[in-house]
């Protein structure tokens, strides 16, 4: 498995805008597509952004469509999401994920948590009102 740790969390203001950072241990980081998912208390884990293994194709969730940007750097093993125009309802633990392959699945408008099978810990968001 690869090992993931997220950084870049923390406290902003609606409208507000944070980087969240991904950081893989495994040269192979290239291989793999990267995905990032959020749960927010009382909720199931939810999918936000994917993005294949050259960065050549993503998509998005219709909730940020617009608002965040994943991308990722293969030379330095990182993936990113940038957020822009920050709600309250995006307040929740962002975890990211690393594929079991290079490219992501989009079923029924949604790309599956069983697609990845390394998670990171998890970096809080909240956005406040």
Same mark, same amino acid.
């Given at each position: 498995?690869?090992?993931?740790?997220?950084?870049?969390?923390?406290?902003?203001?609606?409208?507000?805008?944070?980087?969240?950072?991904?950081?893989?241990?495994?040269?192979?980081?290239?291989?793999?597509?990267?995905?990032? $998912?959020?749960?927010?208390?009382?909720?199931?884990?939810? $999918?936000?952004?994917?993005?294949?293994?050259?960065?050549?194709?993503?998509?998005?969730?219709?909730?940020?469509?617009?608002? $965040?940007?994943?991308?990722?750097?293969?030379?330095?093993?990182?993936?990113?999401?940038?957020?822009?125009?920050?709600?309250?309802?995006?307040?929740?633990?962002?975890?990211?994920?690393?594929?079991?392959?290079?490219?992501?699945?989009?079923?029924?408008?949604?790309?599956?948590?069983?697609? $990845?099978?390394?998670?990171?810990?998890?970096?809080?968001?909240?956005?406040?009102?």
């Amino acid at each position: 498995q690869v090992q993931l740790v997220e950084s870049g969390g923390g406290l902003v203001q609606a409208g507000g805008s944070l980087r969240l950072s991904c950081a893989a241990s495994e040269r192979t980081f290239s291989s793999y597509a990267m995905g990032w $998912f959020r749960q927010a208390p009382g909720k199931e884990r939810e $999918f936000v952004a994917a993005i294949t293994w050259s960065g050549g194709s993503t998509y998005y969730a219709d909730s940020v469509k617009g608002r $965040f940007t994943i991308s990722r750097d293969n030379a330095k093993n990182t993936a990113y999401l940038q957020m822009n125009s920050l709600k309250p309802e995006d307040t929740a633990v962002y975890y990211c994920a690393a594929g079991n392959s290079g490219s992501f699945y989009v079923v029924h408008g949604s790309v599956d948590l069983a697609d $990845f099978g390394s998670w990171g810990q998890g970096t809080q968001v909240t956005v406040s009102s």
